[in-house]
């Protein structure tokens, strides 16, 4: 397939629509997700503690900063409308990226193209579709057997996470080799310092430390690569 360009999401009036329809979807998911607990207090008739909620401020933080940082970091691999959808949706690193991901990497496009937009878009989409319907099905044998299938699924509770972000993490390895292996390496060797000083940073602050130095390493990367490419021009 022919690459082209990149494009222009800012001026182009398709990309202008799917930021405002982005935008309005969002505000009202925001909106429905906030009412929620008001809904329940109020039909319970209870309040929450107001002095309890303000001592997990770090906690709250935490996911904040986590929000943060998949929102920037996830854009240029989601594209416009499948960033919105992802985050609309929620599973963005463990299902909405991964299907964006393989679908650009089966069909061999370019981040950032006009390609890639229309792919990710209905390749998150699909996936929603997709999550949905699963769900739905799951939950006909969890109103027959009720508690009893939450057993028998308990002992590989544990590795379902791990397995997930163990093959997201292969997909970028090979797609972004050179990229992707030295932020790994360093988070490899923190991590392994402060499990064996007894310390767990947590996932927030992992997240944080692994961005910066990807943006780090990436800028180096990238300033290598346009020596080089100055020296074979000159």
Known sequence: MEEKND???????????????????????????AMVPVIYCLSAGVMPEWKLILSSWSF????LAIGLIEAISFAPLLGVGGQYMSFITGNVSNLKLPCALNAQNILKIKEGTEESEIITTIAVAVSSIVTTIIIAIGLIPLAIFGGDIVKVLEPVTPYVIPAIFGGLGIVLLSKYFKLTIIPLAILLVVCIVTFSLGMDLGQSTMLTVGMVVSLITGFIMYRISRKKEAKKAG
């Not at 709250?60 to 996911?63: E, R």
């Open 7 to 33: 494009i222009n999401v800012h001026n182009n009036d398709f990309f202008k629509s799917q930021h405002r329809y982005g935008r309005i979807f969002t505000a009202i998911c925001l909106f429905v997700i």
């Open 60 to 63: 709250i933080l935490s996911y």
